[in-house]
């Protein structure tokens, strides 16, 4: 026979059915709409510009400051490069910038394929959040199945860490033997290059501004390379209304510690 189940458990499950709107709403991914200020953080000198370029123009057309901060560059790989100024892929990043409306937040200083620590490269991204108080952070998602390059695993985790720790006050350590007073929480982290997308971002009006963004990285072009680009948009939009899209993995900040709470 069938164990009738308790009272006690009837009401719980009562409860749990008359709070289940307030569960569904925690679950659903933060919009971008009410984004005031933005920071790109991307692994390599275009990263942004190739998976998200299409989103920072149309966030920086609705009036968003949109910053961006570059981890690695070829600052030991640029045989030019005299250690004064900029290296090739530096300067070819301030120019997409300058081509997208973004506003430099810096170049890290660790060079492709560092040995440095994921948490050696967040804690100077700590630094960066607290400096520039992002209400949403962009990067690439560490949690992609098919990702083999080791700097975008390693860079995203390192945002991951940096989102959380840039809200304790102890880390990395107290000023003056006092709490820290320059904290800040990010509301929302956007993961792009990922493959489990919750967000889709209608760039068809952009598309041509993210292209000539992919342009200004020209030790990088191949040729087809911005055809396969906008290939892969307009993939991302074949179930959708839009003719060119880019897609993100979105997550509030509440989602980023222990619960695990599907977000779609």
Not at 96 to 109: D, R, T
Not at 171 to 193: C, L, M, N
């Amino acid at each position: 026979m069938r164990k009738r189940i308790s009272r006690r458990l009837m009401a719980e499950r009562k409860i749990l059915r008359a709070i289940s709107p307030a569960v569904e709403s925690i679950c659903r991914p933060p919009k971008l709409d009410s984004i005031k200020r933005a920071l790109f953080i991307q692994p390599h000198p275009d990263d942004n510009q190739i998976a998200a370029g299409g989103t920072i123009a149309k966030l920086v057309a609705s009036g968003v400051e949109v910053f961006e901060l570059t981890v690695l560059d070829d600052r030991y790989t640029d045989l030019s490069y005299s250690g004064e100024g900029y290296t090739v892929r530096q300067k070819e990043a301030l120019a997409a910038q300058e081509c997208l409306g973004m506003k430099n937040a810096g170049f890290l200083g660790f060079g492709d394929r560092t040995p440095a620590s994921a948490r050696e490269i967040s804690v100077a991204i700590v630094k960066v959040l607290r400096e520039i108080k992002p209400d949403a952070v962009f990067t690439a998602d560490p949690n992609l199945e098919n990702e083999c390059h080791e700097d975008h695993i390693k860079v995203a985790d390192a945002v991951k860490y940096a989102v959380l720790d840039a809200t304790f006050n102890f880390y990395p350590e107290y000023i003056d033997g006092k709490p820290r007073q320059d904290t800040w929480k990010v509301g929302t982290i956007a993961f792009y290059y990922t493959d489990k997308a919750n967000t889709v971002v209608d760039i068809s009006e952009y598309e041509e501004l993210k292209m000539q963004a992919i342009g200004c990285h020209r030790s990088q072009m191949v040729p087809g390379f911005k055809e396969l680009i906008k290939l892969l948009a307009q993939q991302f939009a074949a179930e959708t209304l839009y003719e060119s899209v880019e897609v993100f993995r979105v997550i509030s900040a509440f989602h980023t510690h222990c619960f695990n709470l599907p977000v779609g």
